[in-house]
């Protein structure tokens, strides 16, 4: 622990060099690490609280002077305690959490699979004519957010009011309104957070909900097709 008190007594002295750049910056590349750093040797914050404390640099952030200063840990004090008893008991409780913690997301990841390939989509059926007057409407509604977002801007292809359904394409329209009363669906996907797990899981529901309407609407198939591939869709309020 001495070197650790040979840091301490020349903490302050070194902070107050490093906060202005130059020369210690550098320096404090070779001699200290970073939490990124840390957490490439396997610590994490839980870890870094417990084992090292408080910092021993603080260092001006080179990309946004304004952020929090970056926090520096002495490689000897780092290494020491990487040798120490409490490190392995520490490190070893950390991977078993991390290790359960991977379990549980990939039991969630399956279970919110199975849930999404087993429930039934029910897809509103309407007469043509309702349902071109419910997918207008819900277009114009989304377009008057859109130009209130943009501050009184029009949005692009604004339908107009009156205009004949043979006139526009409908299609998308009526794609994006039912996709928009499919929205409750999206539920399905609870539990799961960010990374390749929701996105697999995102994209079985997008193609069972269209898979669903193509089956209520056969006419729509191209447009359920087109949207599927890559195609703009203005859905609104669902996630696809």
Same mark, same amino acid.
């Not at 801007?153 to 928009?180: E, F, I, S």
């Not at 669906?185 to 957070?193: S, T, V």
């Given at each position: 622990?001495?070197?650790?008190?040979t840091n301490e007594s020349g903490r302050g002295q070194e902070q107050g060099r490093d906060a202005e750049g130059g020369d210690g910056d550098a320096h404090a590349t070779r001699t200290h690490l /970073? !939490?990124?750093?840390?957490?490439?040797?396997?610590?994490?914050?839980?870890?870094?609280?417990? @084992?090292?404390?408080?910092?021993?640099?603080?260092?001006?952030?080179?990309?946004?002077?304004?952020?929090?200063?970056?926090? @520096?840990?002495? #490689?000897?004090? #780092?290494? !020491?305690?990487?040798? /120490?008893?409490? *490190? $392995?008991? #520490?490190?070893?409780? =950390?991977? $078993?959490?991390? %290790?359960?913690?991977?379990?549980?997301?990939?039991?969630?990841?399956?279970?919110?699979?199975?849930?999404?390939?087993?429930?039934?989509?029910?897809?509103?059926?309407?007469?043509?004519?309702?349902?071109? !007057?419910? =997918?207008?409407?819900?277009?114009?509604?989304?377009?008057?957010?859109?130009?209130?977002?943009?501050?009184?801007?029009?949005?692009?292809?604004?339908?107009?009011?009156? $205009?004949?359904?043979?006139?526009?394409?409908?299609?998308?329209?009526?794609?994006? &309104?039912?996709?928009?009363?499919? %929205?409750?669906?999206?539920?399905?996907?609870?539990?799961?957070?960010?990374?390749?797990?929701?996105?697999?899981?995102?994209?079985?529901?997008?193609?069972?909900?269209? =898979?669903?309407?193509?089956? %209520? &609407?056969? *006419?729509?198939?191209?447009?359920?097709?087109?949207?599927? /591939?890559?195609?703009? /869709?203005?859905?609104?309020?669902?996630?696809?």
């Amino acid at each position: 622990m001495a070197a650790h008190e040979t840091n301490e007594s020349g903490r302050g002295q070194e902070q107050g060099r490093d906060a202005e750049g130059g020369d210690g910056d550098a320096h404090a590349t070779r001699t200290h690490l /970073s !939490a990124a750093g840390l957490r490439a040797r396997g610590w994490t914050a839980g870890m870094v609280r417990q @084992l090292l404390g408080e910092p021993d640099l603080l260092r001006v952030n080179p990309h946004v002077r304004a952020a929090p200063r970056i926090r @520096l840990y002495g #490689v000897e004090r #780092v290494e !020491a305690a990487e040798r /120490s008893e409490e *490190f $392995r008991a #520490v490190s070893a409780a =950390a991977a $078993r959490r991390s %290790a359960a913690a991977r379990v549980a997301a990939r039991r969630r990841r399956r279970e919110v699979l199975a849930r999404i390939a087993a429930e039934p989509i029910d897809v509103p059926r309407l007469a043509p004519h309702r349902l071109t !007057a419910l =997918a207008v409407e819900h277009r114009e509604r989304r377009d008057e957010e859109r130009a209130y977002e943009r501050r009184g801007l029009p949005p692009d292809d604004t339908p107009v009011k009156g $205009r004949t359904a043979d006139a526009v394409a409908l299609d998308r329209w009526w794609v994006d &309104y039912l996709l928009h009363r499919l %929205a409750r669906y999206d539920e399905l996907l609870n539990g799961l957070h960010g990374g390749a797990g929701r996105a697999t899981a995102e994209e079985l529901l997008r193609r069972r909900i269209h =898979a669903a309407i193509t089956e %209520a &609407y056969p *006419f729509l198939a191209q447009e359920c097709e087109r949207q599927l /591939s890559g195609g703009n /869709s203005d859905a609104g309020a669902s996630s696809m």
